[in-house]
């Protein structure tokens, strides 16, 4: 398997490329015992772009949840970007998913990463904040989340690419603060590098007297800033563990029409050190 918020508004950069990556959230022993799960299912391998028709039928819901008219909507149909809404909706050549082995991008309100495995005559895909169910007829994967489901096709242009996997570099010059209140109690923030962390940051925390890290959390860049917030109840007293990467997973290449792959990167790990009066010091132990 794999490797492995700021809560707001996440612009996403575009570009001819787009890149990002995947990382195993799950182990699969945590799934039913008796689920057909096939990580190497090939058949789903590939590039989608939602559909005429769930394509109207997102816009048409976002028409409603702002109160705007059928003129609008048509606009949007049209090409237009929305007017004022503009922020409130992607273009629709931003709605696509890649599939690669056991691991999806979805490309829609932001670029998600799920791991996914078969469980009777649906998939499940589960990212840290959100699952999903998918299933495939045809050229045509259609995604289930909460009550919204949107509708995928398959561009039999793009070539899946086995043979280009590349490795995301690891976030470079993270700077770090402490002894804030609340969530400044630890603070990291840092630059994206460039063409990586379109799929975010995982975060991971070991506690002090743990052996192992867990994730946490991932961040989005947002102004092309990444804000890591912690606060004193993520850490135990002593000797805690931070270590920061770049989540990897499928992407699609738009030039040369292909679906590749990109690995995480290597972490960079820092130690927050909390004595008993709640003194607190970063110190990065590895690049």
Not at 29 to 37: F, H, I, Q, V
Not at 114 to 122: K, M, P
Request: with cysteine; proline share 2%.
């Amino acid at each position: 398997m794999r490797k492995h918020l700021l809560i707001a508004a996440v612009l996403i950069l575009t570009a001819t490329v787009v890149v990002g990556g995947s990382i195993a959230l799950f182990a699969r022993d945590n799934t039913p015992e008796d689920n057909d799960m096939n990580p190497t299912d090939t058949k789903l391998n590939g590039a989608y772009f939602i559909t005429d028709e769930s394509w109207e039928s997102y816009v048409r819901t976002r028409a409603k949840e702002i109160d705007e008219n059928e003129d609008w909507v048509q606009e949007i149909l049209n090409g237009g970007d929305g007017g004022q809404w503009s922020h409130f909706i992607r273009p629709k050549s931003l709605f696509w998913v890649a599939v690669f082995g056991d691991a999806m991008t979805i490309s829609s309100e932001r670029l998600v990463v799920y791991d996914f495995y078969h469980d009777g005559n649906y998939y499940i895909g589960r990212s840290l904040y959100s699952q999903i169910r998918f299933s495939l007829t045809g050229d045509v994967l259609t995604i289930q989340k909460g009550a919204e489901e949107l509708q995928y096709k398959l561009d039999r242009a793009y070539i899946v690419s086995e043979e280009e996997t590349r490795q995301f570099s690891s976030p470079e010059n993270i700077a770090n603060s402490s002894g804030g209140n609340g969530l400044n109690f630890v603070m990291f923030t840092w630059h994206p590098n460039y063409a990586a962390g379109y799929l975010g940051a995982g975060i991971e925390i070991r506690k002090a007297s743990v052996q192992d890290f867990t994730l946490t959390k991932i961040d989005y860049a947002y102004m092309n800033m990444f804000v890591a917030q912690f606060s004193r109840s993520d850490f135990s007293q002593g000797n805690n563990g931070v270590r920061i990467n770049y989540l990897g997973g499928p992407t699609i290449n738009r030039n040369t029409k292909q679906v590749l792959f990109n690995a995480c990167s290597d972490y960079v790990v820092f130690e927050v050190r909390i004595d008993a009066n709640d003194n607190v010091v970063v110190v990065q132990i590895s690049q």
